[in-house]
């Protein structure tokens, strides 16, 4: 995007306040409120110590006041504060901290609150071309993101790439008219609702509107896609796993995994469970239907084989299949390293490349969560923290296995991605593999990093009003510039056999080369992957007879080799 989504908050006051009440044993350490725009207007307070019992009350500064409680975080506390303000204009805003029905610490603070309207985009596929969005005939299009052009006053000033759909906010003076133009469509959709692919909407002093756009499934092809977090553990593994098809029509489809030998297949977490057959450290799952209006989630699940090392790596691999006619072969296949934690966990954090890659290489973050609590979970979103190596205006949705919108800001100098999964009802823990869902989006590395450069990311992750779930913490290093190959630096590679049917094995130095690219004969990428061993082996089973180039990348520069498929 070119700039933030949210303009409105750019307009974020954080302010910070250390108590000089040494007497007190409990103290406000900071504060922040942060403009939502006209009615969802949100803060944040920590406390030096928590005890229950502890409360915030909160005069606004528009004649109202509010009582919030305060949570455990750890050995400190936080209580978070919304308010809608109906009038835009500077406000003193004053925090107090109550205990045992004493007022033990406060702060004042000013916040200006800026004329602007919330607006939620919405991306729909209209099955039964009414162009009106009905729950249970109609659907959110997960498969492909919709390309969308911002315009303020005519002017073009953004843009959302995004699936399901998107929250804006809008900033100006009231009567500012707002455009949201459909650019591209989904793969093998239409936009139909309107017929233009325009959406208005004008900035006033209501908290915000709904916007839809109606797609509707044209194409004759499809692309089958996968994306899955893959949890290693001592006493076993899982993969929160989103299979999808752009495909106008159900399709049959098999999912190929790959799986390190420590682990032995075990069959499916509760919930769904699919036909499957096991060879050697490979399982083949059948899916009998798969289409746009009907994605697949599963959790795969793997016991350990001895015993492992905490610290120790796994690895898996995934593919879709069929390839042949798949629109997008990349989005086939996925690869996974962990590192072998004291328990898998069904709440985490991946990256794909893996390790070590070059400047403005495109990563693709996956999120997945699961209900563990012994209730629904009504709403759930995630905040991610961005790290400033990667380039916010790069930023696209790609996939969401519910009804999501997402947004962005600043805060504090840092870009915050929030995805918002409101009324997703998630069941609770007894509904293992049908209580988890994902999130999936790519962003760009910055261009003109530094060699040793890393790029750290963690996510947060809100059930209702439960304390925050962390994710665990995925790395990128910028290694060495792939165009810049040291002359002393002779590195060797081989590949074996060749031919090959079913695998071939790829030996290269993980220390000289990082990843390596399969094309064919036309130059298509057939698909990418990290070098993280010394032995690396593909499944090339799928792929159609003929010639085929691998591409291996880092220190040793570009070495290229040949092979032939039976």
Request: charged share 10%; hydrophobic share 35%; net charge negative.
């Amino acid at each position: 995007m070119k700039q933030s989504i949210y303009l409105c908050l750019l307009a974020l006051s954080v302010l910070a306040f250390t108590s000089q009440k040494a007497s007190a044993q409990y103290t406000i350490t900071s504060y922040s409120m942060t403009n939502g725009c006209m009615g969802f207007d949100s803060g944040t307070v920590r406390t030096s110590g928590y005890t229950t019992g502890m409360t915030v009350l909160a005069y606004y500064g528009d004649g109202t006041s509010g009582s919030t409680t305060v949570y455990s975080s750890g050995t400190t506390g936080f209580a978070t504060i919304f308010h809608p303000y109906a009038l835009s204009g500077t406000y003193t805003i004053k925090y107090v901290l109550v205990y045992g029905g004493v007022d033990i610490d406060s702060v004042i603070f000013n916040q200006t609150i800026l004329t602007c309207k919330h607006v939620m985009l919405w991306l729909y596929n209209d099955v039964n071309a009414d162009c009106i969005w009905e729950a249970g005939t109609d659907f959110p299009i997960y498969s492909d993101p919709a390309t969308l052009e911002v315009d303020s006053a005519g002017v073009a000033i953004d843009t959302i790439v995004a699936t399901c759909g998107a929250d804006y906010d809008e900033l100006g003076p009231t009567g500012t008219i707002y455009s949201f133009k459909v650019i591209i469509d989904p793969l093998e959709f239409t936009h139909t609702c309107p017929t233009t692919g325009i959406v208005y909407d004008t900035v006033g002093l209501s908290y915000g509107t709904d916007r839809d756009i109606a797609f509707q499934c044209t194409g004759s092809g499809f692309d089958l896609a996968v994306n899955a977090y893959w949890s290693a553990g001592l006493d076993g593994a899982g993969s929160n796993t989103w299979v999808t098809a752009a495909s106008c029509t159900a399709m049959a489809a098999t999912l190929r995994i790959d799986y390190s030998p420590k682990y032995s297949f075990s069959g499916f977490y509760g919930g769904y469970s699919y036909p499957y057959t096991v060879s050697g450290n490979s399982v083949s799952i059948s899916i009998s239907s798969i289409s746009d209006i009907s994605p697949v989630t599963m959790f795969p699940v793997w016991l350990p084989v001895g015993t492992l090392t905490l610290g120790d790596t796994a690895q898996v691999h995934y593919t879709i299949l069929p390839i042949t006619g798949d629109a997008d072969t990349v989005n086939n296949r996925l690869d996974a390293v962990d590192t072998i934690r004291t328990s898998w966990d069904p709440n985490g954090k991946s990256v794909y490349p893996q390790g070590t890659i070059s400047s403005g290489t495109k990563l693709q973050y996956s999120i997945a969560f699961e209900n563990t609590g012994t209730d629904t979970a009504f709403n759930i979103h995630i905040m991610d923290t961005l790290s400033d190596d990667l380039d916010i205006n790069t930023i696209q949705v790609i996939s969401a296995s519910a009804p999501m919108t997402y947004m962005s800001t600043t805060y504090m100098g840092h870009n915050i991605v929030k995805f918002d999964f409101a009324h997703i009802n998630l069941l609770d823990t007894a509904s293992h593999g049908i209580s988890s869902g994902m999130v999936v989006f790519t962003i760009n590395a910055k261009t003109g990093l530094a060699v040793g450069t890393k790029i750290d990311n963690e996510a947060g992750i809100y059930f209702d009003d439960n304390v925050v779930v962390m994710t665990n913490n995925v790395e990128n290093v910028i290694g060495m510039p792939l165009n810049v190959a040291p002359m002393t630096n002779v590195a060797k590679a081989t590949l074996y056999p060749n031919p090959a049917n079913d695998m071939v094995t790829i030996s290269a130095d993980n220390n000289i080369y990082y990843s390596f690219t399969f094309t064919n004969t036309l130059g298509q990428v057939i698909m990418n992957h990290i070098i993280t061993s010394s032995q690396t082996q593909v499944n090339v089973n799928e792929l159609p007879a003929g010639i085929y180039y691998i591409s291996l990348k880092g220190e040793g520069g570009v070495k290229v080799l040949k092979f032939e498929k039976n």
